[in-house]
């Protein structure tokens, strides 16, 4: 009898242990609402302007809910950065900053914690939060402000400041900003709390957060000048991020595929104007070259029609003047090959077209590009290209050439609205340069053009602009659609034919009349050309005009 009421003793104490244990559990019960909203800042020290603060202050924010401990470290900015170092704790739903040495006296400094701080769930705060103090009896009042565009990622992404007093000519791949700034979510940032001053500014996505940009990977904006930080409004600097490509192109190979022919290959795709190919003048034999041709398909190489090579023979050619699309010229470069013994008996293939087989929506002012995968006999192509549509002969139009394996059909009259064309090339009766004919018999490009009864159009007018500005129109979702135009008289602009949809609007200032933004570069260093984005969009409804559409131009005066 004792050991059964021991037992039954044992069990309602299990039971009624178990009880407490579900009642002092926390969190959502299985099934409740998802954690999906960031850390909010409830408190902090010390109060933001605050002067006269000890030189061993222990800054801290306090959060509603507990840090993600894991990533905290690199979250937290001090600027300027204090020389003996710092480390950040977290006590709690506590995170402090405890700088390894005393701070210097009489300067301002500034403690950023970054958007990038998290909860446990990985819900990141909606802005960075600043706590700004002075040792000394006053604190620096200057401030720049302005926007970013082209965020990807806003937890990652710093404006970085650097008075010129101090750098002349900064570089932020060795150089680490003294100030800094976070956007916030729509790319709006301020720097505040400066000395007062002038200022290069640049937007980093800082990847690696190492307080430096490397070039290779992580995206850059270049501001559009230099900055002034004063007690005043000086003007927004706007910067636009994006990649900065610093690197020339190489070259990977080299190769003769038949006996007059030969390759180039580059690491990436390179332009095609401004190429020249000679002998170098070594002691090997001189090799003609009769055409270089650049493929739009294969855009990093170029490819040489030769006279015959000799037999089992070396040969040394000198490239000069090749650009990437980011304008790096890489040097001259003296390449050399072995010759190829092998007859070219197979004839052109298409290889790539504009439109491309199978789209839709192509504008009815199109033009067809056709390309192919060596040099052709030019005068070939308009006898056996055709551009026609179903219910109707071939369309009328005339033929011009970019190279000798390019040829671009220009229609007498626009395209019909939501047509379906085809453009067949009889392939049996097309031949490369050295008369061999294609293996393919019939190639064919099919087409739809888009429906105007889906297109409308945008007009307004830009205040306080300069003639040279340019208008961008971007399509918002899947469309990915930009148009621009330049300004008309009295600063009116106008976009026709645009399909229905949001559009976003920016504007820039054309200074070197390019017709495209310049988005600044190093080596040598160039400002960005001014931009300003516009935050509304507009519906452009099909079949109809929206006009009226005031744009205003906050860029430079």
């Not at 299990?14 to 009880?19: A, P, Q, R, T, Y």
């Not at 190492?210 to 005043?232: V, Y």
């Not at 889906?454 to 899947?478: D, F, I, P, Q, Y």
């Amino acid at each position: 009898m004792l050991k059964r009421n021991l037992h039954r003793l044992i069990l309602r104490c299990s039971v009624g242990i178990l009880l407490l244990y579900g009642c002092a559990k926390q969190g959502y019960p299985p099934g409740g609402p998802e954690d999906r909203t960031g850390p909010q800042v409830i408190s902090g020290y010390p109060e933001p302007g605050s002067v006269s603060v000890p030189l061993d202050v222990r800054p801290w924010i306090e959060l509603n809910e507990y840090p993600n401990r894991t990533t905290l470290a690199n979250q937290v900015f001090i600027s300027p950065e204090p020389e003996a170092g710092y480390t950040v704790k977290v006590k709690g739903k506590r995170v402090e900053v405890r700088f390894d040495g005393k701070l210097p006296e009489n300067r301002t400094i500034m403690v950023t914690f970054s958007s990038g701080v998290s909860d446990l769930y990985g819900n990141k705060m909606s802005a960075p939060y600043v706590v700004a103090f002075s040792t000394g009896e006053a604190i620096d009042q200057g401030r720049i402000s302005g926007r970013v565009a082209g965020i990807d990622n806003a937890s990652s992404t710093w404006i970085w400041a650097y008075p010129l007093s101090e750098f002349p000519e900064p570089d932020p791949r060795k150089d680490k900003a003294p100030f800094a700034a976070q956007p916030d979510q729509l790319g709006n940032y301020e720097l505040s709390y400066l000395p007062v001053g002038d200022y290069r500014l640049f937007a980093v996505g800082d990847l690696r957060r190492d307080r430096l940009w490397d070039s290779s990977k992580e995206p850059i904006g270049f501001a559009s000048r230099d900055a002034k930080a004063d007690t005043g409004q000086s003007g927004a600097i706007n910067i636009k991020l994006g990649i900065c490509d610093l690197d020339p192109p190489k070259l990977r190979v080299i190769e003769a595929p038949n006996r007059q022919l030969v390759r180039l290959s580059f690491n990436e795709p390179i332009t095609k104007d401004s190429i020249t190919i000679s002998n170098p003048g070594t002691e090997s034999p001189d090799l003609v070259v009769i055409s270089s041709y650049w493929n739009p398909a294969d855009s990093a190489a170029v490819l040489l029609t030769t006279a015959i090579q000799r037999p089992d023979t070396v040969y040394h050619l000198r490239i000069d003047g090749v650009y990437d699309l980011a304008g790096n010229r890489a040097d001259s470069t003296i390449c050399e090959f072995a010759s190829s013994n092998l007859i070219d008996t197979i004839g052109p293939r298409l290889s790539y077209s504009d439109p491309a087989a199978g789209q839709g929506d192509v504008p009815l002012n199109a033009t067809v590009t056709v390309a192919f995968n060596e040099a052709i006999t030019l005068v070939d192509l308009p006898l056996v290209a055709h551009l026609s549509r179903p219910d109707s002969g071939d369309v009328m139009g005339k033929w011009s050439y970019q190279g000798t394996g390019m040829g671009i059909f220009t229609p007498a009259e626009p395209l019909l609205n939501d047509t379906h064309y085809s453009m067949q090339i009889r392939g049996d009766s097309l031949r490369d340069i050295f008369g061999s004919h294609s293996v393919d018999s019939l190639s064919t490009i099919e087409f739809t053009t888009l429906d105007a009864e889906k297109l409308g159009s945008l007009s307004g007018e830009v205040t306080h602009g300069k003639s040279e500005l340019r208008v961008v129109a971007e399509g918002l979702g899947k469309s990915k659609i930009q148009r621009e135009v330049s300004l008309l008289k009295g600063g009116q602009f106008r976009f026709d034919d645009l399909p229905e949809g949001k559009y976003q609007f920016w504007l820039y200032l054309d200074h070197d009349g390019n017709q495209r933004y310049s988005s600044g570069r190093f080596d040598p260093y160039a400002f960005a050309e001014s931009f300003t984005l516009i935050p509304d969009t507009v519906r452009v409804r099909p079949r109809w005009e929206t006009e009226g559409i005031i744009l205003n131009w906050e860029g430079e005066p």
